[in-house]
């Protein structure tokens, strides 16, 4: 299938390339051509072409950390700190959940990422194998993540989906992780490290939430859960940090010195009262920060132009300068350092050889009115009646309001149905 | 013309009272019955029937902050600290503005109110008389605010702003108020008192929105800014401040005794880091909240369902409580508390007799299911793309994503003309 997206705004987040008037081709689910209209090879013919109406073109948006499983707790279990909230409300009830139950949670969570232009997913939750199933289905690109803790499976596990689900599906691969240092016990961690080395993976792990995590940290093991897992060996390959609210200088540093960078879940924080990340700080020490919505019942939503404003506005509120993290900083966390963090080369930019993972933003939409500054609009005006398109692997899965192929009332009654089961 | 809206959750926000599935009558601007289907008047003839597909009807929400006409400046001066902006890059650029330039603007403005669900602004800007014009062609509920200043009109101005525009049209209605305590001299601020005195009427201004002001106010008078509009008398008769950041238990005591509420505008406090208000205070002490979105320009965008959830977020992150600042106070703000900033008894609560201001909420649409808990659901995960119809005086002006009856891509090319002049 080659398709034509022509008369567009192109915003392809190449460093230093303006945004300008120009066309994107795609083949199969690479970018075959992408420039001015006048500059395009000749005499092609294509299956598909779509007048982009001056609307922008630009990578999709990746959600690098969620829970996407976690739909049937939406609106559950709401204005709770987050040990109670885990411990009493969601713990007990994800005991019940099945893989199947989470294959149908995923599919509601993924017709909201669509609505909200996000084409790649880091996903931490229960039955890593059923929700690939679900993203291959619904033709979701996703990293699976392993949560692994010491109520859960064991090691064993996490090897064996590792080898298993990587290679599985050129849309799906799975990243080692654990939950958290508190959910582990020192005897899990080490273990860990002995099979983060022996694979040379990147780890992914929930750090320096809340000030009561990392104060009880400090309690059990002299230190913070980032030096912890440094002097455990556990980050001598890079890797993730979702949250990092709490973090110190010296923490920072060693982020800076292992190649971890940050996921952000500004939402979350806020909603649960953790904190504000010291996002002015990660940007100025070098430390990558991606976004990420978190699951959809700590949040309680899906949608990535809501974690676009808040990680700036939270960040100018924390340093009460208005001058913080601002907009274009805050488009490349969306796009470039998402891919960075999903460890995707291939989606950080539209560019010729590129995966064919675009959105259209629609600027015919009055808070998109007047057209002065493309960048500030999206991530300070934008919102998803602004997604008009949403294109994974070259395919169009979301278009003006609809989605392609998909029984959306079949998706909500089951999960309805799952809900009342579990609540 | 007699409308029926059948088939609906209705959400009347009345006291107490549960969400049930019933129906809404409406005959011209009121209602004429909400109740269940099996209470309704039989043998009754419609002019139009919506079978609104157990979907939510709720009153519109109630934008008691904004300043319509700046969408010229909306992403033309962003990261910028609140004074900078204003002097430097606003005050400029609103003097070569014309009364027929601010009509477009807010025409522009109008449209995303639409989008949000929002059925009533409270308007402080340059040219009340062309802004009135703007709400009255399109159909849009409007307290018109002074927002007098040393720089502009006199109080004559006012006095006769006040008695011309009070009962131009029922939609439209004018409230004495000052720009703020900084923008007029001493003089001002004692002649206003005593027209406030002739008409008594209430107060509407912007005050302690940054320490600045405070500390400056202070410095100048040698006391806050709320205890020197209650010296001068401006409080005798209730009225509103806009954002409320920086008040001290001191003014909170004075904004009580005098009936003065807050009406609060968190995006805009967060994105020129001004601060985040004292709500959980403000509730506590039984002053009511409103909420605003400010003018396009701080924000940058007109979007109730940001306000609702920010003003919940920060709350929380302000308190450090998760339980602060909970979903149902936060829609009494938009709706209830809004319609008594703007003096609007009619438009409060869905009841019959009241007017028709009516929004519906999607539930249809990935973020609203599972469908658990309605009120959590709108202010934790709603956005505009929920907002299936927005009605005004009986008059459905948004439905399904169409504008009734404008010319959409006039009031685009008409503002992008007036920025491209203005920038």
């Not at 099979?195 to 990147?202: D, G, T, W």
């Not at 990680?311 to 900083?329: C, F, W, Y």
Request: aromatic letters at 8%; proline letters at 4%.
């Amino acid at each position: 299938m080659k398709k034509r997206l022509y008369n567009a705004r192109i915003l392809s987040m190449k460093e230093n390339e303006e945004i300008y008037f120009g066309e994107v081709h795609t083949d199969g689910n690479r970018i075959s051509y992408i420039g001015k209209a006048n500059g395009a090879p000749a005499g092609q013919s294509f299956n598909e072409e779509i007048d982009c109406e001056g609307n922008v073109l630009m990578p999709g948006f990746k959600n690098a950390h969620t829970h996407s499983g976690m739909t049937a707790f939406r609106s559950l279990a709401d204005d709770l700190n987050l040990q109670d909230w885990l411990n009493n409300e969601i713990f007990p009830r994800e005991a019940k959940m099945s893989g199947e139950d989470c294959y149908h949670l995923t599919k509601l969570a993924i017709l909201e990422y669509l609505t909200s232009g996000v084409t790649a997913i880091e996903d931490m939750y229960l039955t890593p194998e059923t929700i690939a199933d679900a993203c291959i289905e619904m033709g979701m690109r996703c990293e699976l993540v392993s949560g692994l803790n010491k109520f859960g499976p064991t090691l064993d596990v996490l090897e064996e989906r590792y080898n298993k689900l990587n290679g599985k599906h050129p849309l799906i691969g799975f990243k080692m992780g654990l939950h958290a240092e508190y959910t582990c016990d020192r005897e899990l961690l080490e273990n860990t490290a002995k099979l983060i080395a022996k694979y040379k993976a990147p780890m992914y792990v929930h750090m320096s939430e809340t000030k009561t995590e990392v104060d009880g940290c400090i309690e059990r093991y002299g230190k913070t859960p980032v030096a912890l897992f440094d002097e455990l060996g556990l980050f001598d390959y890079g890797g993730v940090i979702y949250h990092g609210v709490w973090t110190t200088p010296e923490d920072r540093a060693i982020l800076k010195k292992r190649g971890v960078m940050v996921v952000s879940n500004p939402a979350s924080n806020a909603k649960l009262a953790s904190g504000i990340a010291p996002i002015t700080d990660y940007i100025k020490e070098g430390i990558p920060v991606g976004l990420g919505t978190d699951g959809p019942s700590s949040n309680n939503c899906l949608d990535m132009f809501r974690e676009m404003f808040l990680v700036s506005a939270l960040g100018k509120i924390k340093e009460m300068d208005p001058l913080a993290v601002p907009a274009t900083e805050v488009l490349k966390m969306a796009t470039v350092n998402g891919s960075k963090s999903l460890e995707h080369k291939d989606t950080d930019v539209l560019d010729t050889g590129k995966l064919a993972d675009i959105i259209m933003i629609d600027l015919h939409q009055p808070n998109m009115q007047p057209v002065l500054n493309i960048p500030n609009n999206i991530v300070y005006s934008g919102s998803k009646t602004n997604i008009k398109m949403t294109m994974i692997d070259g395919n169009i899965l979301y278009y003006n309001g609809e989605f392609k192929n998909v029984d959306v009332d079949e998706i909500y009654s089951k999960t309805e149905e799952i809900m009342n089961r579990l609540k």
